[in-house]
């Protein structure tokens, strides 16, 4: 181990973070960890999000004290990691994440930091992108595999990039960390920074770029540095737009055909509006959180979803507004559990419905997910405006489990969840009858049982006939009042426990 403080100018991090993607000169070590670097170098960037994981105004000169923090999210908060200074070596070398300026510690240090916040330096050999990006912009991430045409890629990926949305692709077709014959690395994660129209000689051509975390290892083949002939077709002014480095530095372009071709999966990382600042560039989702939690035996909560307006989407002939549902459970590693998870939409009644199992035994979903077990599970969709009532659920129903659901959607004003009490819908059979949809207080219920039955505590099937009807008025029974009769009323009285005066209304409930 050794401690890098000494009398020359060292800088931990700051000329990375005024300047973000050029000086993107980070090195991988003995770790097989590209895919936290990969999320790095798609962290650069936006010097913005990368200054809330590495706090500024850290240095090994004024206020120096052995110690540096760092910010990971972690279930919805962020959580700062403390480390100090001490960087594993082997002959006065690191060994993991180094600079190509010596002087610089910036990459090491926050490689330290992540396996410290993961459990050790071992827990970073083999991962994702997208878990990496998700700890460090405390984004919604998608798995995506890259569609065979074309002609579809480029849409897409500029929907993503229009929302500042980071991206990683990766090829696992052959033996990790060899290359194909143009150069792309197998088992390997790049990060796709840009998307352009390129002006030629013979007409417009759309590229896409591409960066390897490296910092050299490039793509041969047609538009790349080395041999990619095409670039003679194009203006010095235009490369000098796009800005276009013909140096082997990690970053290339090519088209999007060639990207079909030699990658096959696509990270994606989605931003909201509370991480990525607004601007006409980049417009990032909005995002609702909710923590909520299943309580054992009382079914899922229940979440209400308002979509007033459509998609600025003039490709969409059904005008429906777009939204993404991330269900993350909490605490997994801790508690040694990764239960299996579910989303269901139903379509609601109102901006306050709540769905009783009378309902949910007669409703099917809109839209919904099989049970997965995974930590979060993502699901996207799109619906007409309207009304719906969201249900996250779990398969262990007789455990308590913490959640984090969010609801991303494109306009801020469309959308409004709500946390509603939840009901078991596992725990219907056979229903006997329609459960009440909601009850008047008990206040409500005295007055009305005060005002009908005026012989005291007690009352006859008729005054509670006449007790229940005036309670339809006031939506009680949901539309299921066709259904109750003067027999329910006799089996009511029945049940009845003359020691609450209104257990007239309250027995309703038990049937």
């Not at 006065?92 to 090491?108: C, D, K, V």
């Not at 010095?236 to 140096?247: F, G, I, P, S």
């Not at 329609?434 to 008729?462: D, M, Q, T």
């Amino acid at each position: 181990m050794a401690t890098n403080k000494g009398t020359e100018e060292i800088c931990p991090f700051p000329e990375f973070i005024a300047d973000g993607a050029t000086r993107m000169d980070v090195c991988q070590g003995a770790l097989y960890d590209c895919w936290f670097l990969s999320a790095v170098a798609s962290l650069s960037l936006y010097p913005s999000l990368l200054q809330r994981v590495i706090p500024p105004g850290q240095s090994f000169q004024e206020g120096y004290n052995g110690c540096f923090n760092f910010r990971f999210w972690q279930y919805g908060e962020w959580t700062e990691v403390q480390i100090d200074d001490r960087l594993p070596t082997k002959n006065g070398q690191l060994i993991y994440l180094f600079s190509t300026n010596r002087n610089e510690f910036w990459s090491a240090l926050l490689e330290k930091a992540y396996a410290k916040l993961k459990g050790g330096y071992n827990a970073l050999n083999l991962g994702l992108p997208h878990e990496a990006m998700a700890d460090m912009t405390g984004g919604v991430t998608e798995v995506f595999t890259v569609p065979p045409d074309h002609r579809m890629l480029g849409s897409f990926l500029g929907s993503l990039l229009q929302k500042g949305a980071l991206i990683n692709c990766g090829n696992s077709r052959g033996s990790p960390e060899k290359t194909n014959e143009l150069g792309i690395v197998f088992g390997h994660a790049y990060s796709v920074t840009g998307l352009e129209t390129i002006k030629t000689t013979t007409g417009p051509v759309e590229l896409v770029r591409i960066r390897n975390p490296w910092g050299n290892t490039e793509w041969e083949g047609p538009w790349s540095d080395k041999k990619g002939m095409e670039w003679n077709m194009v203006s010095a002014e235009e490369q000098q737009r796009v800005q276009r480095n013909q140096l082997d530095d990690g970053e290339f372009w090519m088209s999007l055909a060639d990207f079909c071709q030699n990658f096959e999966m696509l990270e994606v990382c989605h931003l909201t509006e509370d991480t990525l600042s607004v601007s006409t560039v980049k417009k990032p989702w909005k995002c609702t959180p909710h923590h909520g939690k299943w309580i054992p035996y009382q079914g899922p909560p229940q979440y209400n979803l308002t979509l007033l307006e459509e998609d600025d989407d003039p490709s969409d002939p059904e005008l429906t507004c777009s939204f993404l549902l991330a269900l993350m459970q909490k605490h997994t590693r801790k508690r040694g559990v990764l239960s299996y998870i579910a989303l269901q939409i139903f379509k609601a009644r109102s901006e306050h419905d709540f769905l009783n199992p009378w309902d949910l035994s007669q409703l099917r979903p809109v839209l919904g997910t099989p049970q997965d077990q995974r930590r979060e599970l993502v699901f996207r969709g799109r619906l007409a405006p309207g009304h719906y009532v969201i249900i996250p659920s779990t398969s262990e129903t007789s455990q308590e489990g913490h959640f984090l659901l969010r609801v991303l959607t494109e306009k801020a004003n469309i959308t409004t969840a709500v946390e509603r009490p939840g009901v078991d819908a596992n725990s219907i059979t056979v229903p006997m009858s329609p459960r009440l949809a909601g009850l008047p207080s008990v206040n409500e219920a005295k007055e009305l049982f005060v005002k009908h039955c005026v012989k005291g505590p007690y009352c006859s099937p008729l005054d509670l006939y006449n007790l229940l009807t005036e309670s339809i008025a006031k939506g009680v029974f949901a539309g299921s009042e066709k259904k109750l009769s003067l027999e329910h009323c006799k089996s009511f009285v029945v049940l009845m426990d003359v020691s609450c005066i209104a257990s007239a209304l309250l027995m309703y409930t038990v049937l």
